[in-house]
């Protein structure tokens, strides 16, 4: 069964920096290597929105709000994704869960707390 385990996150002050895990279980590598991964956050009362996204061919593409700030790598051999969270500011504050669609079928990881304070 495929498990998307998360770590990292916690409390940090305004401007400091964050960096969040997310490796796949019960896959393999060729498997991990082919499938796009995402990191995605949810604020109290909001939407849950997109904040990063990498390719299998490693292209990345982020939300605006974190634009020069967030970095979304993967380390396929670890079948592992990380989002490096620099900068951070109060509004970033939410739930971030790791996301892949892996042989067709989403999966999520479990959430992980990130605040931010002023």
């Known amino acids: 069964q495929v498990q998307l385990v998360q770590s990292g996150g916690g409390l940090v002050q305004a401007g400091g920096s964050l960096r969040l895990s997310c490796a796949a279980s019960?896959?393999?590598?060729?498997?991990?290597?082919?499938?796009?991964m995402d990191w995605y956050r949810q604020a109290p009362g909001k939407q849950r929105e997109l904040v990063a996204r990498?390719?299998?061919?490693?292209?990345?593409k982020y939300a605006d709000s974190v634009k020069g700030r967030f970095t979304i790598s993967r380390d396929n051999l670890k079948k592992t994704v990380y989002l490096q969270m620099n900068y951070l500011k109060p509004e970033d504050t939410a739930v971030y869960y790791c996301y892949a669609q892996i042989l067709g079928i989403d999966y999520w990881g479990q959430g992980t707390q990130v605040t931010v304070s002023s």
């Open positions: 019960g896959t393999t590598v060729a498997i991990i290597r082919l499938a796009t």
């Open positions: 990498i390719a299998n061919s490693d292209n990345t």
